[in-house]
């Protein structure tokens, strides 16, 4: 508790919060993240077994292998019906104080927009999105998970697929932009639910150069630069559970 009240005497301190976030924040709504014993990675499936986990989040899955590509996909990155948890929720609220000015996430479940977040930087995309490769038309989130079609088509004749970034593509200039700007002027950075070792996103982080920086995160993050660096292991959502208490905001 003694962090947590830390915590709240930085955020009182700061007037442009920007938060980084990571699968971390997302596991305790119920999503696997990708590298833990736990996660999607040691997930044993005997249709994807064969293949190397970056392999079926790869563009050459999509292009060269698409039936298995759009398995996967329809298996493993369905999260309509996920519910935000509180991480999310608070962070929403800070938003609404006027304080926390952005959140650049690497997720791509779009929970922190269905929590209430507006100014959210998706730097991996969303599976909540589709687009045909050949004419770019857009199509709902429901398209491809509930297609009849192995391999969804447009009715240009195109393959329609998730607006998410995969293995060999470059990340979204807009999204890469705008998090880079809002990190770069940012008098307090608060990284959560992230090990930093997915590049180049992690490497955002360097842009900083404000006053105060913050590291909530189970496992082991090293890190330096800011003057006051304040680092939680714990759970990304029972700290802003604790810190939504003590600053008197419902979730």
Same mark, same amino acid.
């Given at each position: 508790?003694?962090?947590?009240?830390?915590?709240?005497?930085?955020?009182?301190?700061?007037?442009?919060?920007?938060?980084?976030?990571? &699968?971390?924040?997302?596991?305790?709504?119920? @999503?696997?993240?990708? !590298?833990?014993?736990?996660? %999607?990675?040691?997930?044993?499936?005997?249709?994807?077994?064969?293949?190397?986990?970056?392999?079926?989040?790869?563009?050459?899955?999509?292009?060269?292998?698409?039936?298995?590509?759009?398995?996967?996909?329809?298996?493993?990155?369905?999260?309509?019906?996920?519910?935000?948890?509180?991480?999310?929720?608070?962070?929403?609220?800070?938003?609404?104080?006027g304080?926390l000015?952005? @959140?650049?996430?690497?997720?791509?479940?779009?929970?922190?927009?269905?929590?209430g977040?507006?100014?959210?930087?998706?730097i991996h995309? $969303?599976?909540?999105?589709?687009?045909?490769?050949?004419?770019?038309?857009e199509?709902?989130?429901?398209?491809?998970?509930? $297609?009849?079609?192995?391999?969804?088509?447009?009715?240009?004749?195109?393959? @329609? !697929?998730?607006? @998410?970034?995969?293995?060999?593509?470059?990340?979204?200039?807009?999204?890469?932009?705008?998090?880079?700007?809002?990190?770069? $002027? &940012?008098?307090?950075?608060?990284?959560?639910?992230t $090990?930093?070792?997915?590049?180049?996103?992690?490497?955002?982080?360097?842009?900083?150069?404000?006053k105060?920086?913050?590291?909530?995160?189970?496992?082991?993050?090293?890190?330096?630069?800011?003057?006051?660096?304040?680092?939680?292991?714990?759970?990304?959502?029972?700290?802003?559970?604790? %810190?939504?208490? %003590?600053?008197?905001?419902?979730?």
């Amino acid at each position: 508790m003694e962090e947590v009240k830390k915590l709240k005497e930085l955020i009182d301190d700061s007037n442009n919060i920007v938060f980084f976030g990571g &699968a971390g924040v997302s596991t305790e709504s119920g @999503i696997p993240d990708f !590298r833990s014993k736990d996660g %999607l990675y040691n997930q044993h499936d005997v249709r994807f077994d064969m293949y190397q986990p970056e392999y079926l989040l790869s563009h050459s899955c999509l292009v060269y292998e698409p039936k298995v590509y759009y398995e996967f996909h329809r298996q493993k990155m369905d999260t309509r019906n996920i519910e935000p948890n509180n991480a999310h929720k608070y962070l929403a609220a800070l938003e609404k104080t006027g304080k926390l000015k952005a @959140i650049v996430t690497q997720n791509i479940d779009g929970l922190h927009q269905k929590a209430g977040s507006k100014v959210v930087y998706e730097i991996h995309g $969303s599976a909540l999105r589709n687009y045909c490769m050949s004419c770019g038309k857009e199509y709902p989130a429901d398209y491809i998970f509930e $297609s009849t079609e192995p391999i969804p088509k447009c009715s240009c004749g195109g393959t @329609i !697929r998730p607006d @998410i970034t995969l293995y060999e593509e470059g990340l979204p200039d807009d999204q890469v932009d705008g998090a880079i700007s809002s990190i770069a $002027s &940012a008098d307090m950075l608060i990284i959560g639910g992230t $090990s930093l070792t997915v590049y180049p996103a992690a490497s955002f982080i360097n842009y900083f150069r404000g006053k105060n920086l913050v590291i909530i995160n189970q496992s082991e993050i090293q890190i330096s630069g800011a003057q006051n660096t304040l680092i939680i292991r714990d759970k990304i959502g029972k700290v802003f559970t604790e %810190l939504a208490a %003590l600053q008197g905001i419902e979730l």
